[in-house]
């Protein structure tokens, strides 16, 4: 089992920053990949970015590129996400996952994820 629990969600305003972290435990090396995604209300859960562990290899939805990066700290067995210009559309509920049977070769979808933290929420206002 993994455990993951995010944090760093609030409130900012738009063109600011925040930085969400997710801090993992449990059987973390069984996590080849740790991504993150997002919720909006009424929406379905959207890949932002991913890791992997072993070698860093980061990956970016084109929707974040440029403004989002994705980074960790072995030692801490921790992923962050660093949002810079966030805009209202921003706006939902993160999440990250551990991919513990490889399964993100064939993509980041919700699906190939097998362990979740409870989110965390990020408001972006006008």
């Known amino acids: 089992q993994v455990q993951l629990v995010e944090s760093g969600g609030g409130l900012v305003q738009a063109g600011g920053s925040l930085r969400l972290s997710c801090e993992a435990s449990?059987?973390?090396?069984?996590?080849?990949?740790l991504g993150w995604f997002r919720q909006a209300p009424g929406k379905d859960r959207e890949f932002v970015g991913a890791?992997?562990?072993?070698?860093?290899?980061?990956s970016l939805a084109d929707s974040v590129k440029g403004r989002f990066t994705v980074s960790r700290d072995n030692a801490k067995n921790t992923v962050y996400l660093q949002m810079d210009s966030l805009k209202p559309e921003d706006t939902a509920v993160f999440y990250c996952?551990?991919?513990?049977?490889?399964?993100?070769?064939?993509?980041?979808?919700?699906?190939?994820?097998?362990?979740w933290g409870q989110g965390t929420q990020v408001t972006v206002s006008s």
């Open positions: 996952a551990c991919d513990a049977r490889e399964l993100t070769r064939f993509g980041y979808r919700p699906r190939n994820f097998d362990y």
């Open positions: 890791i992997r562990w072993s070698d860093g290899r980061t």
């Open positions: 449990g059987r973390t090396f069984s996590c080849y990949v």
